[in-house]
């Protein structure tokens, strides 16, 4: 049975900063962050938007009648919770209005959770062919003003619909996945802004690669030149280029070729949007659905997943027949076209205006409203959200 990727659709804030102009401000060279780091403009979520409002947002789209009927789980994978108890799933559960019959659930791992619950998808559409799994992968990435990390932060969701005979991509059963503690980064309950040991994190983030990618073709016969693309968790994305490089020296001319030029696809929406951590992979697969049109059914997409902390993972997915159908370029260039540019004071007054980490009653600001649903204020330490 082909078990994968049935639907998937994304949302991010709807304002941005320019990150030419947050480079100047900041006494940077700008192409440190254009070209060194490889990053055009950020999303900057306002107090409204959570991982619960953009998941909410994201997976709206993918919602049908049958789909709800057919509905056995919803998995979030993030590292931005909105509560350490509850999960975000019940939330977005309640947003959503979906049926109770099925399990609401968050998974945890760093950037690794999309991938943790898009497998566990998989093996439950395994035992249960006739269900379907809501997946969501979102997150808001913050290291904070002025921080070496600041211009590799970034917000939005992915959601994905995972079932049997999926019309976009198989999931294939050839994962290669490398657990071990480290600390590469990692945040606090207390804080919600993320500490990150930069260099280090991107050394272990190649050394798991390139582990785990040698691992993939002796235990699973495949070569670079099998894969059409390879697409790669994207914290920002000269990162993917580097691991990428890690693949270039062992191929032919037109493999090298053909996987540079789909690279660059898959990371044009991460150009714009930043990190969204668990859902930053998904959103570079989507990247490159949408914006080559080279790509043909039975093409072979290679997947890395790297989770700080440590676990990485390294899948194939095949494009079915008419994927290219399922897919909305022109909503999401729109979508990203549409947003509001924050000027960089405009941009540091929205990231201090955040939901405070103590019992104060909290409202945020209608300004920065977006969406159909969208954080309304915490009152009394219960979140309160609104479907406009
Ligand atoms: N023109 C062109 N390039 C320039 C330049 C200029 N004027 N100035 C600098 N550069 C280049 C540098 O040569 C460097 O390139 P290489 O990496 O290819 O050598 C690049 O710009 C970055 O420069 P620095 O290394 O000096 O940058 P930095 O010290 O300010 O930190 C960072 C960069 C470590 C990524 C930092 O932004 C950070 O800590 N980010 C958060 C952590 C992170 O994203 N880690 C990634 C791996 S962990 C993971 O993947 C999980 C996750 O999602 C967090």
Redesign the pocket.
């Known amino acids: 049975m082909k078990i994968g990727i049935d639907a998937i659709a994304m949302d991010t804030p709807d304002f941005y900063v320019d990150l030419v102009k947050l480079a100047q401000v900041r006494g940077d060279?700008p192409?440190?962050y254009t070209?060194?780091?490889g990053q055009d403009e950020q999303a900057v979520p306002p107090s409204s938007q959570d991982i619960v409002t953009m998941g909410a947002n994201a997976a709206t789209k993918l919602l049908t009648p049958a789909i709800r009927a057919s509905l056995g789980m919803v998995l979030v994978g993030t590292e931005s919770g909105v509560d350490a108890s509850k999960s975000s799933a019940l939330f977005i559960h309640d947003l959503l209005a979906l049926p109770e019959w099925v399990r609401a659930v968050e998974l945890k791992e760093?950037?690794y959770g999309g991938t943790a619950a898009l497998m566990m998808a998989r093996d439950y559409i395994a035992a249960h062919p006739d269900k379907t799994v809501l997946v969501i992968a979102a997150d808001i990435?913050r290291?904070g003003l002025a921080t070496?990390?600041e211009?590799?932060q970034g917000a939005g969701a992915v959601a994905m619909l995972i079932k049997a005979e999926p019309h976009i991509m198989t999931i294939e059963d050839d994962s290669v996945y490398r657990s071990e503690s480290i600390d590469?980064?990692w945040r606090p309950v207390y804080q919600d802004t993320?500490i990150?040991q930069?260099?280090y994190?991107?050394e272990?983030?190649l050394a798991f690669f390139q582990a785990i990618w040698s691992r993939y073709q002796t235990q699973r016969h495949h070569t670079a030149s099998d894969f059409a693309a390879m697409t790669f968790?994207l914290?920002?994305t000269?990162?993917g280029k580097?691991a990428l490089k890690l693949v270039l020296p062992d191929t032919d001319e037109a493999t090298g070729e053909r996987l540079q030029r789909r690279f660059e696809a898959s990371t044009r929406y991460c150009r714009r949007v930043g990190?969204i951590?668990t859902g930053?992979l998904y959103l570079g697969l989507l990247s490159l659905l949408d914006n080559d049109t080279s790509l043909k059914a039975g093409d072979r997409i290679g997947l890395f997943s790297?989770?700080?902390g440590a676990v990485a993972e390294f899948f194939s997915g095949i494009l079915q027949p008419d994927f290219a159908a399922q897919l909305h370029a022109a909503n999401h260039a729109k979508m990203l076209a549409d947003r509001q540019e924050l000027t960089v004071p405009e941009y540091e007054a929205v990231f201090s205006d955040k939901v405070p980490y103590d019992p104060e009653d909290y409202r945020s600001d209608p300004t920065y409203y977006h969406g159909q649903f969208v954080l309304t204020g915490v009152i009394g330490q219960e979140r309160q959200y609104q479907q406009r």
């Open positions: 060279d192409d440190k070209i060194g780091i760093a950037c990435a290291y070496a990390g211009v590799t590469d980064f993320a990150a930069g260099k994190s991107t272990q983030y968790h914290p920002y000269k990162m580097k990190n951590y930053s790297y989770g700080s």
